[in-house]
């Protein structure tokens, strides 16, 4: 009988590391193929449709507006997790910040107190605050009590997109909206503008700027070297005098300002209104891109933008070829899975032993 | 009664670092109870989980019944009739005490006849005295009875040797009366035992032979009413001293650290220290002897801030920190090298520049309000690494990547190279020297001799009692989360420390 043993290695060279991150997206594609031939489907023209958001430029700009809601959720989880704090709340935290951003609107489309020109960096500011603030909750139930903060972001996600749901069509449904659940609109001024010749609003700045933050932080602050340290050993963290409870309230108070943030820009930027079940899964697209893209801030750009055209590819295959949309999540599923583990073999060597 | 059941013979097992059996000899005869005796580290348990198929030993051999086997596993251990009670027991809490027995012993059957097993332990339990009922839940059980359940689990598989690992340490003293009466009715039944302890009482009130490991070798089997407490602590410790120090005469002025009636609790609640007061001089070093558990880690974390006190002092410098956090401690200079370098006193995947700055990242020239100054660390790390003889390829590499002993040194380098405090530090080193190379080894100990020659005080904590001898001033000795004694080197007697660390004498 063979046994197969694992041992944690030492280094790994760059070459062997790019070939297993390769062979995983290989296999990947291998296998979701299988899944296209066994549906009846040509896979190679599945694969072209899939990607033809990166060969046209209509398709890719709108690529990258879905990648600006995934961006700015990917980079608030890297931060988390680069404490250790395993947060899966970045949907909760879009609704949150949706209902937020709506309460400001309509708000001032009856009191008409903040001048539009400041209207937009005012809702901003708010939004991001009290998303945190909505943040810190889970935080301080870990640091606190330690209850388990994959359990109370998730439960937390349910709430608040069922508020949400909630008033749109009950206390904020649009009188004028022909009995449709959705708030009335947004006015010019609480929309973001579009960048000339594009079909990309101004958020993309936010989420650019953003990762230029979560970078300086991380390598260049007192702050992201407590986050390493929280992350890598509590006991560490502990005994060198770092306060756990500062640390993941201020990385969770940040986090969902960002996702809170994401919600404003769907609103503020594409749909122009509070609707049900705005988000189709940002929250939880985001989290696969922050692991993805190995808790990396630069690389988080990229990695949204590549997820947002699986997105428009995805929705290409549904009006092309007539296949459901779940075939990109099955895609997306296998793409993570397939790039998770060969994390594994970057870390451990096998042996065969008798 | 002359054959020998088991026989093991030459065992050699290395861990990464450590040769924890060095060609060990060691035999069982039919119907003994044999003690095994030696300090904690000196490789008992790694030598009885190599005879019950938990480690594969790196070479020698093993036989029983005068035959060589090979035992891969526990299910081959128990075949051949082995079976080991665990310090920490292995039972399902939410079961009852007979299906925890027969748990894994119940064949191929479906279905399966609990009643019938139930009566067989009942009649098994009352054959060789171990009280307890079979229909119990066993969360409901106290640890003594928990014990039985283990030694049921044998029982019910019918074992010929048992293997019991520190059995007493979780008993009260009454249960350990029992369970000794019921270990002499399983002998006269025809079992043989193996007896893992280090507490030589036990060896005396149980045992009819002993052998001693020290380091990894055994250095004597004697049979044990022919030898003496005495003769086997010198076995069990070890003598000549192996490191002879110049030690310049002790200078100590002003009480650096002064500890009064302090009381502390472990994470389940147990009261773990009981009123301990002391004090540590500037210029001295005091060397806490005891067998691991005895209350040392709570009073190396309480004299750090790592740990609240329930009541109780604690004075650096005149300056009352009781309760304060740990940075306090630090900023008055206390230096803590923790048990665990890797996990604790270093984050496994930071940097050894990063791991140098732990403590003293928040402060110039380290960082300004936000930012760090990466240029300032990194020559800062360097300069520590050349000062204290680091060997890594460079400053940036994580140090988990790290040896034991260079490991230690970043530990070392950091606390004793820190800028706080002042003139004169109270240096809290645990076990600083365990685990590491002959080189090492040497290198800590001159450094905590020229530490104290430059006037700070250090309270060192270690089983080792060469190194306690040949680098302290002052000894204490604890035990039961007591200071049992305290003893000045010059006067110290290594028998009599021996024994009080066993519980066996107060000064």
Not at chain 1, 295 to 321: A, H, R, T
Not at chain 2, 181 to 189: T, V
């Amino acid at each position: 009988m063979y046994k197969i043993q694992f041992f944690p290695r030492e280094k790994i060279s760059a070459i062997k590391s790019f070939a297993i991150s390769l062979a995983s997206i290989l296999l990947a594609f291998l296998v979701s193929g299988i899944i296209f031939v066994l549906t009846d489907v040509d896979p190679i023209l599945a694969y072209y449709n899939l990607f033809r958001s990166f060969t046209n430029l209509s398709l890719l700009s709108e690529s990258v507006v879905r990648a600006i809601p995934i961006m700015l959720v990917a980079l608030g989880l890297a931060l988390a997790y680069k404490a250790n704090f395993i947060s899966v709340g970045g949907e909760g935290q879009i609704y949150f910040g949706g209902i937020i951003a709506t309460s400001l609107v309509l708000w001032n489309i009856q009191n008409n107190i903040v001048p539009e020109p400041l209207f937009m960096p005012i809702t901003l500011i708010v939004v991001f605050l009290c998303s945190s603030i909505w943040g810190i909750i889970p935080a301080l139930l870990k640091a606190k009590f330690e209850v388990n903060e994959v359990l109370t972001t998730l439960m937390m996600n349910y709430i608040a997109q069922i508020i949400s749901n909630y008033l749109v069509i009950g206390p904020w449904k649009d009188p004028k909206g022909y009995g449709f659940p959705h708030s009335p609109a947004f006015p010019q001024y609480a929309r973001f503008p579009l960048i000339p010749n594009t079909t990309i609003n101004s958020s993309i700045y936010i989420g650019l700027f953003a990762a230029l933050i979560i970078y300086f932080i991380l390598s260049k602050t007192k702050f992201g070297f407590e986050v390493k340290v929280v992350g890598d050993s509590y006991p560490t963290a502990k005994y060198a005098g770092i306060s756990y409870t500062k640390v993941v309230c201020t990385v969770m108070a940040i986090s969902a300002g960002l996702s809170g943030l994401a919600g404003l820009s769907i609103l503020g930027g594409v749909i122009g209104r509070l609707r049900p079940d705005f988000s189709p899964g940002y929250g939880y697209t985001g989290i696969i891109v922050a692991w993805l893209c190995n808790l990396n801030p630069i690389i988080i750009i990229f990695g949204s933008i590549f997820f947002g055209g699986l997105l428009v590819g995805g929705e290409v295959l549904q009006s092309s070829m007539g296949l459901s949309v779940g075939v990109t999540d099955v895609f997306q599923a296998l793409m993570l899975i397939f790039t998770l583990s060969g994390e594994f073999f970057k870390r451990y060597r096998i042996v065969w032993r008798r | 009664m002359e054959t020998n059941i088991v026989e093991m013979i030459d065992i050699v097992k290395t861990f990464p670092g450590v040769v924890a059996n060095d060609h060990v000899n060691f035999s069982l005869k039919a119907g003994e109870i044999h003690a095994l005796l030696g300090e904690n580290g000196a490789g008992k348990t790694t030598l009885m989980n190599i005879l019950y198929g938990i480690y594969r030993m790196d070479s020698g051999k093993i036989k029983v019944d005068g035959k060589e086997v090979q035992i891969r596993s526990p299910r081959d251990a128990i075949k051949l009739g082995i079976g080991m009670v665990h310090q920490n027991f292995k039972l399902i809490p939410a079961h009852t005490v007979t299906e925890n027995v027969i748990l894994g012993s119940e064949g191929n059957r479906f279905i399966i006849d609990v009643e019938k097993a139930a009566k067989e332990i009942g009649s098994l339990a009352a054959n060789f005295g171990l009280n307890v009922d079979p229909l119990a839940e066993v969360w409901k059980l106290s640890m003594g009875e928990r014990q039985r359940v283990e030694i049921l689990k044998l029982l019910y598989r019918n074992v010929r040797v048992m293997i019991f690992d520190e059995p007493t340490t979780v008993l009260t003293p009454q249960e350990k009366r029992e369970l000794l009466l019921s270990l002499r009715e399983m002998c006269s039944k025809g079992k043989s035992i193996i007896f893992i302890t280090h507490k030589l009482d036990e060896v005396f009130e149980i045992s009819d032979r002993v052998t001693v490991l020290r380091r990894g070798k055994n250095v004597a089997t004697k049979v044990t009413r022919e030898t003496s407490k005495v003769e086997l602590a010198n076995l069990m410790i070890g003598r000549p001293v192996i490191f002879e120090y110049v030690k310049n005469p002790i200078n100590p002025s002003g009480a650096a650290l002064k500890v009064e009636n302090i009381r502390v609790l472990d994470e389940d609640g147990n009261l773990k220290l009981k009123d301990v007061s002391f004090n540590v001089r500037f210029g001295e070093i005091v060397g806490v002897a005891g067998v691991a558990g005895n209350g040392q880690r709570e009073l190396a974390e309480a004299i750090t801030g790592l740990r609240k006190v329930c009541s109780g002092k604690v004075y650096v410098r005149e300056k009352d920190l009781t309760n304060l956090p740990p940075k306090k401690f630090f900023e008055n200079g206390v230096l803590f090298i923790p048990e665990e370098r890797l996990g604790v006193g270093t984050a496994p995947n930071l940097s050894v520049a990063e791991n140098l700055i732990l403590k003293t990242y928040d402060r110039e020239p380290f960082s300004n309000s936000i930012l760090l100054n990466h240029k300032v660390i990194e020559k800062f790390a360097e300069n520590l690494v050349k000062d204290f003889e680091i060997l890594c390829p460079s400053v940036k590499v994580p140090v988990k990547f790290l040896s034991g002993g260079n490991l230690q040194k970043v530990v070392l380098a950091r606390e004793l190279g820190s800028p706080v405090g002042g003139d004169g530090h109270v240096i809290v080193a645990m076990y600083p020297t365990r685990g590491l190379d002959v080189g090492a080894t040497e290198y800590v100990r001159k450094l905590l001799l020229k530490m104290r020659d430059e006037g700070n005080a250090i309270i060192f904590f270690s089983e080792d009692l060469d190194e306690i001898l040949s680098l302290s001033d002052r000894i204490f000795v604890m035990f039961e989360g007591k200071i049992v004694g305290e003893i000045l080197s010059h006067e110290a007697d290594i028998e009599k420390i021996g024994l009080m660390m066993a519980g066996v004498m107060a000064s």
